[in-house]
Each structure stands twice: as structure tokens, then as C-alpha cells.
């Protein structure tokens, strides 16, 4: 190779000292390097900056396009980073020296700076997500080796673009296929996975509904496996939610059923009485948006009312907080029978029990803030509960 000037020379040198003294920061600390990537690899890249160095975050900062986050698009790119960070007196005392320089020299130099930014290369989350998927497709890969793979895209999938490349990749069949794997671990984050990328995700939750996950998710909620069965309740909750579709297939699968064992059975774990709960009171919100829908009849069930009524007497304040929003729903929907929620479901003895609660919680300098917040909504159910009452009562007055 024929430098054309001592310009290009001096930017090969610089680039040398300067990508060895990177590659010896990430020898050190893997977490204050500068990182290298490819055009067509992931545009937002995470810098890794040294807290210490005020200097150097300013100037990253204010660096070019194609400079982004401490990545470097191009080799021109490193270049001029390098000679943008260099001592101008060391830079002319250096001059002097390459011109000593062989080109077999200067080509050995090339060989070196090429080695050490494949060293700095880091891949994209979508060839991160390839190589895990891969290797859950490989029979023999050892059940350690597969719950790896499996949190790594727990992890991966968080961010909404990562998620659709999941499903570009073919990536959601391999997991709703590891929901039959016999290890209730891989089910358990497999189910998850799922859940996390169809957390409000439109595009996705189609493909899983499409590839007909949501009756086996429904089924693992029963499982034994209580870890397993929470985050079956999660993924199922993450692909209904403001789905209309997706809540249709629901019910029809009897979903409605299965959160009514869930609600009215006390010895179920917390956990899964708050995710059901919580569940109804995004269903009837969904129903209250959707006016033109009719009304669910498993909604307004006076035993379904009841077990949501019930949940307020729970020692949980989580819980408690829960079934007031979905109480506070549900007395909105136009079938909901304010007397049967005072006759059967004992709804005024139910609030006024969970006021004098909330009254000695108040005074617990650890949980005052969050026994205040429970107290409003208590408030309001109150309010929606009698002015549906007044409403019934009115109805009867003869005229």
C-alpha cells in the first residue's frame, strides 16, 4: 500500500497507539472500553465511558454521526477520532519518527490495527439473539447451556425493536416449542420471554396468538410449579391486554374460568391472586373503552363479583389496592347490579372494614404513603358504589 502523504501516515500511527491503548483499557475493564461495530449492526450502541474522564465524555458527545455512543462506523471515523484526541506536540514529535518507517512496517502496523478492532468488535443483539436461538435448536446442548441461551433473550428481547427482530428470526416458535420441554425451567422462561415481548406489542402478540401459544400458557397457569405458573399468568396477561382479539381467544379458551379459581381459591399464591386481579381490571377497563362490544356476561356473575369483593379483606396490601381497581371498574359496567354487590357480596361492610384498616396503617411512618394512596381509591369505589345504589333506588321510587 502507497501512502500519498505524510497526513495518512501519521493517522495509521496515531490509530495504532490509540486502538492499543483501548484494547488495554478492555483487557482491564471490559466496561470502559470504546466499542467498535459495523454500519449495518445495531445503530444505538451503549458507551461505556470512563466516569472519571469529564473531558473525554463532553467531546464523545459532541462527535460526529457516525461516531455514535462511542462506536465507530468507519475506519476514517477512528482516524479522526484519533487525531481529535491527540497532543498536538506529540503528534508533530511523532511525525518525525514514521517517516522512518518501511511500508513493510507501516503494513505490519495495518495487520495489527485490523486484529485489535476485531478483539473491540461487539456483535448486535440481533446476532446475539441468533446465536441463542441457535443454540436452542441444538438437541445436544447441555440443560445448563439452555437455561443460559433462554436468559440471555430475557434480557435481549426488553426493547421493542429486539422483540419484532425476535420474531423475525423465527425466534417465537422456538420458544412456544420449549414450553413442552420437560424441564419446568425452560418452560418457566420460556413463558416469560414470550411475555416480555409481547408486553404491549401489537405486531408480536399476533404472531404468538397466530401460533396458537395462549391455550398452552392458560394450562401452564394450573401447573405445580409455581414459578412456572406466575410467569405463565404474566405472558398471558402481556398478550390480552388492550388485545381485543387476543381476549376473545382468551374466552374462549375458558379464561374466565380460570380466573375465577384463581380469585376465589385462598390458598393460591399471592402472587398469582394479584397478576388474576389485576388481570380483571384491565379486562372490564378494556370493556368500559370498547362500548360497542357487549358486556361479558362472566363479569357481572355474582359469584365472580364476590370473589373480587373478597379480596379486599386480604392481610396483603397489594392485593387489597388491586381488587379495589377492579371493583371500582366493575361498578362501572352498565350489568353490574349495585344490590347484589351490597346484598350478596356484603361490598359496604367489605369497604368499611378496610377503612378502619387503612386508618391504623396511616399511622406507620413505613407505609403511610401507600396506605394514603389505597385510602383514595377506597374512597371512590365508595362514591361509584352508592351513587349506583341511589340510582337502583330511584328507579323504584312508583310514580
Not at 28 to 34: D, W
Not at 89 to 98: N, R, Y
Not at 300 to 327: G, H, I, N, P, Y
Amino acid at each position: 500500500m502507497r501512502w500519498r502523504s505524510l497526513a495518512a501516515v501519521l493517522c495509521i500511527l496515531l490509530l495504532i497507539m490509540t486502538v492499543t491503548a483501548m484494547a488495554e483499557r478492555v483487557n482491564t475493564s471490559s466496561l470502559a472500553g470504546l466499542l467498535w461495530s459495523t454500519a449495518k449492526e445495531e445503530e444505538d450502541l451503549l458507551r461505556k465511558a470512563d466516569p472519571n474522564d469529564d473531558s473525554t465524555a463532553a467531546s464523545v458527545v459532541n462527535e460526529r454521526d457516525d461516531e455514535l455512543d462511542g462506536g465507530f462506523s468507519s475506519l476514517d471515523g477512528m482516524l479522526q477520532w484519533a487525531i481529535g484526541h491527540s497532543d498536538p506536540v506529540k503528534l508533530k514529535e511523532t511525525a518525525q519518527d514514521v517517516q522512518r518507517l518501511s511500508l513493510s512496517e507501516l503494513k505490519k502496523r495495518q495487520l495489527e490495527i485490523k486484529e485489535l478492532m476485531e478483539r473491540l468488535k461487539m456483535p448486535s443483539d440481533a446476532q446475539l439473539m441468533q446465536i441463542a436461538l441457535d443454540d436452542l435448536n441444538n438437541s445436544s446442548l447441555s440443560l445448563e447451556d439452555r437455561h443460559r441461551a433462554l436468559q440471555e433473550l430475557l434480557v435481549l428481547v426488553d426493547p421493542i425493536d429486539n422483540a419484532n427482530d425476535l420474531c423475525k428470526l423465527g425466534g417465537l416458535a422456538v420458544l412456544i416449542r420449549e414450553l413442552n420441554h420437560p424441564d419446568t425451567d425452560v418452560r418457566k422462561f420460556s413463558a416469560w420471554i414470550l411475555g416480555e415481548a409481547g408486553q404491549n406489542n401489537p405486531f408480536v402478540q399476533k404472531q404468538i396468538l397466530e401460533l396458537g401459544a395462549l391455550m398452552k400458557l392458560i394450562k401452564m397457569v394450573k401447573s405445580s410449579y409455581i414459578e412456572e405458573a406466575v410467569k405463565a399468568l404474566y405472558a398471558v396477561s402481556a398478550l390480552i391486554r388492550n388485545n381485543l382479539a387476543g381476549q376473545e381467544l382468551f374466552y374462549a379458551e375458558a379464561g374466565d374460568l380460570m380466573l375465577q379459581d384463581l380469585l376465589s381459591n385462598s390458598s393460591i399464591d399471592i402472587r398469582l391472586r394479584r397478576k388474576a386481579v389485576f388481570l380483571v381490571g384491565d379486562l372490564v377497563e378494556c370493556q368500559l373503552e370498547n362500548t360497542h362490544k357487549a358486556e361479558l356476561p362472566f363479569l357481572s356473575d355474582r359469584l365472580f363479583l364476590k370473589s373480587v369483593v373478597d379480596l379486599t379483606a386480604s392481610t396483603d396490601l397489594d392485593l387489597q389496592e388491586k381488587a379495589l381497581v377492579a371493583v371500582k371498574n366493575l361498578l362501572q359496567l352498565r350489568a353490574t347490579e349495585a344490590l347484589v354487590l351490597r346484598d350478596f357480596c356484603g361490598l359496604d361492610g367489605a369497604l368499611e372494614r378496610l377503612r378502619h384498616q387503612l386508618e391504623g396503617l396511616i399511622q406507620e411512618e413505613d407505609r403511610k404513603d401507600y396506605a394514603m394512596d389505597v385510602e383514595t381509591i377506597r374512597r371512590e369505589v365508595e362514591l361509584i358504589f352508592h351513587s349506583k345504589l341511589r340510582e337502583w333506588q330511584e328507579t323504584k321510587v312508583p310514580t
